[in-house]
Every structure is written in C-alpha cells, then in structure tokens.
C-alpha cells in the first residue's frame, strides 16, 4: 500500500518502520513500509529539524510538537494530520445547532482547528505532504 492511498476516515497505528491502516470497520487495509519516523533517528531528525523551523517560523508551533507527527516514505516527506477533532466539533455543531452553551464550549477547539489549518498551509508551502487520517 502506498501511504498516499490513506483516505481521511482511515485509521493508522504507527510503527518504528510501517504504518498499519484500518478501515472504518477496524479491517487492516493495508500497511505501509518503507516509513522512518525522524523523532528515531538524530541524523534525519536534525535536518529536518531545520526545515521545519524555516517552514513553520511565524505560524506559533513548535517544531517538536509537528516532528512527531512527520514520517518519511521513499524519500519524501509526510505530515499526518489527525482529524479526530475536526469530525467531533463538526458533529456536535451540526447536532447543537444555534446552541449558545455548545458554540461557547467548543470555541476553543474551533481555534485550534483554525490554527491547524494555518500550520497545515505552511507544511504544504514547504513542500511537506499531508495525509489527513484518524489515529489509533
């Protein structure tokens, strides 16, 4: 399976070397190899240490908070974008609508999502894939 096939309803479960994906149903779909996570190796994690501080300069993230998240594939770079939080808060708004004790109780996770987003566009102006998915 190739880690660009990884749908945003996929479950993942990270591993030193491979990304085991499940479906809805908790299935294996498929396992990804061929994946090194840099938070395990202090020769990759330096250089894109580096990157990432350049690539997220000005957005409010820390670039070891976005590290343990990045795997590289074949050369390539990868951030997984766990969506858990975007579906709850969807969910409760669409099932609260025009709820004012809701709306104020979710207001900041709707902000971290906001600040997600920005992050997410500075990954990919970077040149950093991402894969949007659910983990386990």
């Known amino acids: 399976m190739n880690i660009t096939d990884i749908k945003e309803n996929d479950h993942i479960k990270l591993s030193m070397t491979s990304i ?11 396992i990804v190899t061929n994946c090194r996570i840099p938070k395990t190796d202090p020769r990759i994690s330096f250089s894109i240490f580096s990157k990432l501080q350049k690539d997220l300069k000005g957005t409010g993230f820390h670039t070891t908070s976005v590290m343990s998240e990045i795997v590289i594939n074949n050369n390539e770079m990868y951030y997984l974008h766990d969506v858990l939080l975007e579906k709850m ?7 609260y609508k025009g709820n004012k004790n809701v709306l104020d109780a979710l207001k900041k996770d709707i902000a971290l999502i906001e600040s997600k987003k920005q992050l ?5 102006s970077g040149g950093i894939k991402v894969i949007r998915c659910l983990f386990i």
């Open 120 to 124: 997410l566009a500075a990954l990919e």
């Open 89 to 95: 808060v969807s969910e409760y708004l669409n099932k």
């Open 20 to 30: 085991t994906v499940k479906d809805e149903n908790g299935k294996t779909k498929g």
